[in-house]
């Protein structure tokens, strides 16, 4: 009998956001901050049409649909990592180099506008933050390697 499959799941950990430091040749490394949850999403803009059916108008009509454009955004939530807060908060509005990457597997990389960035606390808790990156051009999707 065979051996039942199963999902092989990709764990939290492996998926990393990697900031470029804007060096020649750059250097990309991940914030301790941005990587305590985060995520990618890719995503199509569609128009979509209406083509009715010459032979039998009374039929359905048939549904078309074309890729306007194509989009990518990169969000997290974490704990502040203090050493961090000032580059993030000056980043706002700014291009910035990103990979997200699963080690060894895939790799996202292009140029990312931080769109917003927001810290809260309560008293006698630890301050909280999120942040959100919207693509400036097509990124590169492919494998991960060296």
């Known amino acids: 009998m065979a051996e039942p499959e199963y999902v092989e799941v990709v764990s939290g950990e492996s998926i990393l956001v990697q900031i470029g430091n804007g060096a020649d040749p750059e250097v990309f490394a991940h914030d301790c901050?941005?990587?305590g949850s985060r995520s990618f999403e890719r995503t199509a803009s569609v128009t979509e049409q209406s083509i009715p059916r010459c032979d039998d108008p009374s039929q359905p009509d048939k549904i078309v649909r074309r890729v306007d454009s194509t989009d990518s955004t990169i969000g997290g939530n974490f704990?502040?990592?203090?050493?961090?807060?000032?580059?993030?908060?000056?980043?706002v509005g700014q291009t910035v180099?990103?990979?997200?990457?699963?080690?060894?597997?895939?790799?996202?990389?292009?140029?990312?506008?931080?769109?917003?960035?927001?810290?809260e606390a309560e008293a006698r808790?630890?301050?909280?933050?999120?942040m959100n990156m919207v693509q400036a051009d097509e990124p590169t999707i492919g494998a991960d390697v060296p």
């Open 33 to 35: 901050m941005i990587n």
């Open 79 to 91: 704990k502040v990592h203090a050493s961090s807060m000032l580059a993030w908060m000056q980043r």
């Open 97 to 119: 180099n990103v990979r997200v990457r699963q080690a060894g597997v895939w790799r996202v990389a292009g140029a990312y506008i931080l769109q917003s960035f927001s810290v």
């Open 125 to 130: 808790g630890y301050a909280t933050g999120s």
